[in-house]
């Protein structure tokens, strides 16, 4: 879902500001878990998000995109505090613009993972990711923002997106793989067969 | 591979973000590619299952009831202390009114205090400093008939220390007026007469100088003209010669 907001001048009061950003309050809970991945700490960023962005209202360009707007204060809030600070202490190595992957291989982790719908398993990888690959895999894939939207929400170009994603993908799967082959392994053990991977 | 090529943009294909004309290409190649068919059904299904699995967190009942009374007291306040605020307002507009008409007075002057040091500081940096070269008052005074829209009396300078130079034409924030070197024991003084009416801010009547300014100086109105009396001279001087104009006839 696209949410482009045209705010006129007038509108761009307090009651406004609710009924706009709090339609959003799930989704930025959400994603402010995942960044934080602490409850408490999750509830004094989405507070200071909302104080934030209520402030800096006035200033929200018309005709931007809103959605962005708040993710974009939320993820900057986060990347100043203690957590955010610590957690992007470690940063890619890899050229940002590298080009997309290419193929996946037959019985890769993610037919594995479906076939198991190991829900729990995905999560902790997706915990266990950098937050720079964290973010934009869930920006793109379950807040379903477009490249523009994600370029606008982390400051980057198009490009970046595209490649950051991509590695973002690369070593998701790369991460899940040996836990899938382990659950494979042991499931195969129960059941007294081996079909390997 | 001739795959590969696809490949490398599936990603960016099942995303949605491939240009239109592009996609209906993509479209047919996957529905009759086996290998890529296959590899996009895998990757559709890791999609969906970040999208699942990445709705994890919901805010709890009691971070919401906190969120939505941290936005609702605003509006219950906002209602209730309505005329307070309207009156605040008032008082606030009014001081503000006061306060910056106070200050844009002040800084007004203080801007025209600034020009005129500069203009002297300008003139005496020049390598011709007047324009009408002469001692002689009933020289300089004519000169400025016809350039300057006033007329005004030069002080007979006989019995005191001052001597005059000359004179030119200057300008302050565009209004034209008479600017008028003299010399005391070899520092030069500038004497600068203006419109009181042309002037851009309003200087209260003998105001003086502000401290900042590196000279002394003296300014005052007299018959509808402002003078200014500016130099590095002692301000007995400068005083001296502000008295010398008062009094000329």
């Keep these: 879902m696209f949410y482009y907001v045209d705010v006129s001048g007038a509108d761009l009061q307090s009651d406004s500001f609710e009924e706009l950003a709090m339609p959003l309050f799930d989704q930025l809970y959400n994603f402010a878990h995942w960044l934080t991945q602490n409850r408490e700490e999750a509830e004094d960023l989405v507070q200071e998000t909302y104080a934030k962005a209520l402030k800096g209202f006035s200033s929200f360009q018309l005709g931007t995109n809103f959605r962005a707007w708040m993710y974009r204060i939320l993820r900057n809030t986060f990347l100043t505090s203690r957590t955010g600070l610590k957690a992007t202490m470690t940063v890619p190595l890899e050229p940002e613009e590298d080009g997309p992957e290419l193929a996946v291989e037959r019985d890769t982790p993610e037919t594995i993972l479906f076939e198991r719908a190991n829900r729990e398993l995905l999560q902790s990888a997706i915990d266990e990711l950098p937050v720079y690959f964290r973010e934009i895999l869930l920006l793109c894939e379950v807040e379903e923002m477009s490249y523009q939207e994600i370029s606008e929400t982390l400051s980057v170009p198009i490009g970046t997106v595209m490649s950051r994603l991509s590695r973002a993908r690369k070593t998701l799967r790369d991460r899940l793989r040996p836990q899938v082959q382990a659950g494979a392994g042991t499931a195969a053990m129960a059941k007294g067969t081996n079909h390997g991977l | ?249």
């Design chain 2, 1 to 249: 591979m001739v795959c590969e090529s696809w490949k490398a943009k599936l990603d960016t294909y099942l995303d949605g973000e491939v240009p239109e004309k592009e996609m209906r290409t993509f479209d047919a190649h996957v529905r009759n590619c086996p290998s890529c068919s296959a590899d996009a059904l895998t990757r559709v299904q890791m999609k969906r299952a970040i999208q699942v699995a990445g709705k994890r967190f919901t805010p709890s009942a009691e971070f919401r009831k906190r969120m939505q009374q941290s936005m609702a007291p605003k509006r219950q306040r906002s209602f209730r202390l309505g005329w307070m605020l309207a009156a605040a307002a008032v008082v606030i507009l009014a001081v503000g009114t006061f306060t910056s008409s106070y200050l844009g007075t002040r800084s007004g002057r203080d801007q025209v205090f600034s020009e005129i040091a500069d203009l002297h500081v300008a003139t005496l940096a020049s390598s011709s400093p007047v324009d009408v070269i002469s001692t002689d008052r009933h020289t300089v005074k004519p000169w400025f008939q016809g350039k300057i829209p006033f007329a005004f009396n030069l002080p007979e300078l006989q019995n005191s220390e001052f001597s005059l130079l000359g004179g030119r034409m200057t300008y302050l924030e565009q209004t034209p007026g008479a600017h008028l070197v003299y010399d005391v024991r070899k520092h030069h003084i500038s004497v600068f007469v203006f419109q009181e009416r042309s002037l851009p801010a309003r200087l209260d009547e003998n105001s003086l100088s502000p401290k900042k300014l590196p000279f002394n100086m003296e300014t005052w109105s007299q018959g509808g003209l402002r003078y200014f009396v500016i130099g590095d001279a002692s301000a007995a001087d400068i005083d001296s010669l502000a008295k010398l104009f008062k009094v000329a006839l």
